[in-house]
């Protein structure tokens, strides 16, 4: 029997890379996503419209027409959704406010710590901690009494503890890192604002 040896080929190692014709290029993470706003062609009839439905639904404090079109204007502004901007702000007196945990979660997304020292009906006192340098800062119920607020009821009657957190934040960020705030007040700040206090007159007829 007589037996073949088949012959060897000897191939050379390619240092080439082969590439696909026609492919497609995978889009960057980098890139920005399109924004449904993008597709408004009549910014003043979209915000009209969505400012009436707004209003109607109540949705984020609006009870005004008016309050629906700076909800959705500032939402168009900032590129958020309705539903993004009102996890974050809130309308008083149509006017934009900052929430007191979106705010507090600014804060912690520019490095920002807090550490409660007190939290109750009678003082709220916090170490607040940015770019290396910690603040220890207060707000008490002599405080907030000096400014009339437990006089204004609603909130302050039933939750003081937390009024008294909510103000103390808003304090103690606008102090140590204002940016977080944009130049805004918080939504308690506002609400203070525009409920007046029930004071009692000076003088009373009999």
């Not at 007589?2 to 995978?26: D, F, G, K, R």
């Not at 960057?28 to 915000?47: H, Q, R």
């Not at 807090?114 to 170490?127: G, K, R, S």
């Amino acid at each position: 029997m007589n037996e073949h040896i088949l012959p060897t080929l000897e191939v050379e190692p390619s240092t080439e890379i082969a590439t696909v014709e026609n492919a497609t290029a995978l889009p960057s993470l980098a890139e920005p996503t399109t924004s449904v706003y993008d597709k408004v062609t009549n910014v003043i009839e979209f915000v009209s419209v969505m400012g009436a439905k707004l209003a109607k639904s109540g949705f984020a404090g609006c009870q005004k027409i008016e309050q629906g079109e700076i909800l959705i204007l500032e939402a168009m502004t900032r590129g958020m959704s309705p539903m993004q901007f009102a996890a974050n702000f809130h309308i008083i007196n149509n006017k934009v406010t900052m929430r007191s945990d979106a705010l507090g979660a600014a804060f912690e997304r520019k490095g920002g710590i807090v550490e409660w020292i007190q939290f109750d009906e009678l003082a709220a006192v916090a170490n607040f901690t940015i770019h290396g340098q910690t603040t220890k800062i207060s707000f008490t119920m002599k405080d907030a009494a000096k400014a009339g607020l437990p006089n204004r009821g609603g909130a302050w009657k039933t939750y003081p503890a937390e009024m008294l957190r909510a103000r103390l934040m808003a304090k103690a960020i606008r102090m140590v890192s204002p940016s977080c705030l944009q130049g805004l007040y918080t939504t308690d700040e506002a609400s203070d604002m525009s409920t007046p206090a029930q004071d009692k007159p000076l003088f009373q007829k009999n």
